[in-house]
């Protein structure tokens, strides 16, 4: 008998059971999950189960893709279709398929939906009889911002605020009030006395290779540059304020939340910025840029 999985609609062989490669689930980590013990012919604990899931699609603002018992028919029919006795049913609804934005997609995108079930319980009962040992790491479920990883579901809840907002994009803020980055690029301020300041490269941020560009670019026009956090009450009083990555090149901000910055026009280093990356990107020799 073939493995059936659900995707999207369709009952299909399990090998062939797959996603578009703009699905948000794969892009973005953007969707949510189930596991259901299915144990001699009955699921186990279903409610909870679901009501967990439209609890975790509601705080993800992402709409259920159909009713919770048109969903129930589709778990059948694949428990059905798998003569699944015992084991366990894995369900993922996520935000759909669009073109790669962090905000999320128009509301007409259909959240994609996928059940698999598989009939392979827990761990044996030997197991149980003598026991399991633990080992241990410190809990930094996901903190490895560095990692340029496709885990960005924070990312885009953030990136969402900024466009619900009309804004270009949404600061990262520790509780001390430090701006670390945005929710795609790298945050930048200008000082009143005219000193460029972003944050270090030290693990809390992606270290940008934009970032890295402009540090060298206003360094060697001659900038007093320093890598160290700032706060936003420091951005608010700030001289400017811009962003940067490899989309954005250099974005003057002009304000940060409710609050406007300096006279409320793109200041002069960041355009000066703005014009030197340009010509940096301009100039790139297109006989080494392949070079690696
Ligand atoms: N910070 C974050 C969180 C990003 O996602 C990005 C780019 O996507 C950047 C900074 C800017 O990095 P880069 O200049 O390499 O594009």
């Not at 398929?97 to 761990?123: D, L, N, Q």
């Not at 809390?204 to 320093?226: C, D, F, N, P, Q």
Request: glycine letters at 6%.
């Amino acid at each position: 008998m073939s493995h059936i999985s659900y995707v999207n609609g369709r009952y299909l062989p399990h090998a062939a059971a797959s996603v578009h490669i703009e699905d948000r689930g794969f892009q973005f980590a953007d969707g949510v999950y189930e596991v259901i013990c299915f144990w001699k012919g009955k699921p186990i604990d279903y409610k909870p189960h679901i009501e967990r899931l439209q609890r975790s699609l509601s705080e993800l603002q992402i709409r259920e893709p159909f009713s919770m018992k048109a969903l129930t028919v589709v778990v059948r029919e694949v428990v059905a279709r798998n003569r699944l006795t015992t084991g366990h049913i894995y369900m993922q609804v996520n935000r759909g398929v669009a073109s790669r934005a962090h905000y999320f997609p128009k509301a007409s995108v259909k959240p994609s939906v996928i059940v698999v079930t598989k009939p392979v319980a827990g761990p044996s009962e030997a197991m149980a009889e003598k026991g399991a040992k633990v080992v241990t790491t410190p809990d930094i479920r996901w903190e490895r911002v560095d990692i340029k990883s496709v885990s960005l579901l924070p990312n885009c809840l953030a990136k969402e605020l900024s466009h619900k907002a009309g804004a270009y994009e949404t600061f990262l803020t520790l509780p001390d009030g430090t701006v670390t980055e945005a929710s795609a690029s790298n945050a930048w301020m200008v000082t009143p006395d005219k000193t460029i300041v972003t944050h270090p490269a030290d693990g809390s941020i992606l270290s940008g290779i934009t970032r890295s560009t402009i540090l060298k670019l206003a360094r060697g026009a001659g900038y007093k540059v320093e890598e160290r956090p700032f706060t936003l009450t420091e951005a608010f009083a700030a001289k400017e304020v811009f962003v940067s990555g490899t989309t954005t090149f250099v974005m003057p901000i002009v304000q940060v939340d409710d609050r406007v910055i300096a006279n409320g026009a793109p200041g002069t280093v960041a355009l000066d910025l703005r014009a030197r990356y340009r010509a940096y990107v301009d100039g790139v020799d297109a006989a080494t840029a392949w070079d690696i």
